[in-house]
């Protein structure tokens, strides 16, 4: 047990002094490597946070049935009741002219607008509860409310949420595709540094192996090498990950806020990190490992 | 125990550099193979260090038959020798010390023993007060004798020497051939080629001549 720790230990020195012997040239792969490896964390947290948004606001999807003008309460009340019992739908609730009139008051750039209004212009709308929000069953409630007296217009908002989803699902794709690259890089990079490392160390190893070294010895300082290398790289791209969705979230927040919205892009978690480090060493080591193959032949 | 048994090496493109060549070696004897250059001195010693494979006949090593060792066998004895290259195989981008440490490393000692170890051996071959020196800032005499070093320090019970005084004045070549009885007097087998036969004057060593790939004549010097 202590020899198989000693020769670990002894391989994990070699391993970091070779990583020590070209600190340019070392600190300039893991920096290319670790800017394209923050691209996917932080793409994936992007899209994550966008879709939780999306089922947040999917759960609240809403259908609102707009009335012609002159229809009165009453006929808000009628309509209502009809709705209610439309299959697909779960509640529904009057938004009153009135209401609506009050709800645009509210709002400061709006104000003046409102206040050289004579009368009120709007209409009494019925807001819809969906049972879900699958196409087909939204769009049969659009279809019998439209049959509806006195419906006017029907804004289905849960349109724009349906094109949102679309757009995550791309982004996944994207993000598969960008995570694919990115794990391509990390084992071609580091396997053509561990490659020119070998190169630049041909008269070491053809040394080692003369006097008795085993090809397993030979290999392995590479072997950590190519480990530590892709936890630092891993590690600089979480780091440019965190740096790059801090700043994204101050000009998102401020752009949110101008549509009433709370969305920002959630910062990647210890587990997540921790996770996303160990997976690409473990990928940088395959590329190690099969860059060092070639140490396994005899002198 | 070294045996050659009948072993013959023919290399690609037919060049037979020995011959059917049995020799036995006891342990702890100090065995000089001699013969003019391209005699087979070279081929002899690689193939009981593992570095050749016989192409004929037998080659054992404390009883190993090293034609049946696989890579992984051969690299283990090999860790058991200590070789000295005719042409060093130093490595010029590491100091003499770290020279020194790398038979130590591949044979994976604890850093504190190797380091005491390997400044035990530069002492032993005068070049302690060398040990952060670059090998290329050494005379060809301390280049061999950091060779000699890096072969000892590990302790081998075998020491497998090929030209260890060749382009060495006659006074260095004498301090090298010292240093190699004083390794034989404590019980290190020590087989080594020399084309040198005035360095051999001075130690008792049992002279093996080859002369075309074949032992002509095995005598006692000294």
């Known amino acids: 047990m202590n020899v198989f720790l000693t020769a670990h230990r002894n391989a994990l020195r070699r391993g970091l002094m070779q990583l020590r012997s070209q600190p340019v040239g070392t600190l300039l792969s893991l920096t290319v490597l670790g800017c394209a490896l923050a691209i996917p964390l932080a793409l994936h947290n992007v899209m994550t946070s966008l879709e939780a948004a999306t089922f947040r606001i999917g759960t609240d999807a809403e259908v609102n049935v707009f009335m012609d003008p002159k229809a009165s309460l009453d006929d808000a009340k009628v309509l209502e009741s009809a709705l209610t019992k439309l299959p697909g739908v779960v509640a529904a609730r009057i938004f009153t002219k009135d209401a609506a009139l009050g709800e645009l008051r509210k709002r400061p750039q709006l104000a003046d607008l409102v206040a050289s209004l004579e009368g009120n212009p709007l209409p009494h709308a019925v807001i819809l509860k969906p049972a879900g929000s699958d196409p087909a069953t939204l769009e049969q409630i659009r279809q019998q409310a439209a049959r509806l007296p006195g419906v006017d217009r029907i804004s289905a908002d849960f349109e724009w949420v349906r094109k949102l989803r679309k757009i995550v699902r791309l982004g996944e794709a994207a993000i598969l595709a960008a995570a694919l690259l990115a794990a391509i890089a990390v084992m071609l990079v580091i396997g053509n540094t561990i490659r020119l490392e070998v190169l630049t160390r041909r008269d070491e190893i053809a040394v080692s192996k003369l006097i008795g070294a085993s090809s397993r010895f030979v290999r392995r300082p590479f072997l950590y090498f190519g480990f530590i290398a892709g936890g630092l790289s891993a590690l600089l791209g979480c780091l440019v990950a965190m740096v790059g969705i801090a700043w994204a979230n101050t000009h998102i927040a401020s752009l949110a806020a101008e549509y009433s919205l709370q969305f920002n892009i959630a910062q990647p978690t210890w587990v997540q990190a921790s996770t996303y480090i160990f997976i690409v060493s473990l990928l940088s080591l395959t590329g190690a490992a099969w860059s060092a193959s070639s140490l396994a032949r005899d002198p | ?222």
């Open chain 2, 1 to 222: 125990m070294i045996q050659l048994i009948e072993a013959g090496k023919r290399y690609p493109g037919g060049h037979e550099a020995l011959r059917a060549i049995s020799l036995e070696i006891a342990p702890g004897e100090f065995v000089a193979v001699t013969g003019q250059t391209g005699a087979g001195k070279s081929t002899l010693l690689k193939l009981v260090a593992g570095l050749e494979r016989a192409t004929s006949g037998n080659v054992l090593v404390n009883g190993q038959n090293l034609g049946s060792l696989g890579a992984a066998g051969l690299a283990v004895l090999r860790r058991s020798l200590g070789i000295v290259f005719q042409d060093h195989k130093l490595l010029y981008d590491r100091t003499v010390f770290d020279n020194v440490m790398l038979p130590l490393e591949i044979a994976d000692f604890p850093i504190k023993e190797a380091q005491r170890r390997a400044r035990a051996a530069l002492d032993k071959v005068g070049l302690l007060q060398r040990e952060r020196a670059n090998p290329v800032s050494l005379s060809g005499g301390e280049q061999q004798r950091l060779c000699i070093a890096r072969a000892i320090v590990s302790r081998p019970a075998i020491l497998i020497a090929d030209e260890p005084t060749g382009n060495l004045d006659a006074e260095y070549a004498a301090s090298i051939m010292a240093l190699f009885r004083s390794f034989n007097q404590v019980g290190v087998t020590v087989l080594l080629s020399t084309h040198d036969l005035p360095a051999l004057a001075a130690v008792p060593v049992r002279r093996v001549e080859i002369r075309q790939g074949q032992v002509m004549t095995a005598a006692q010097s000294a």
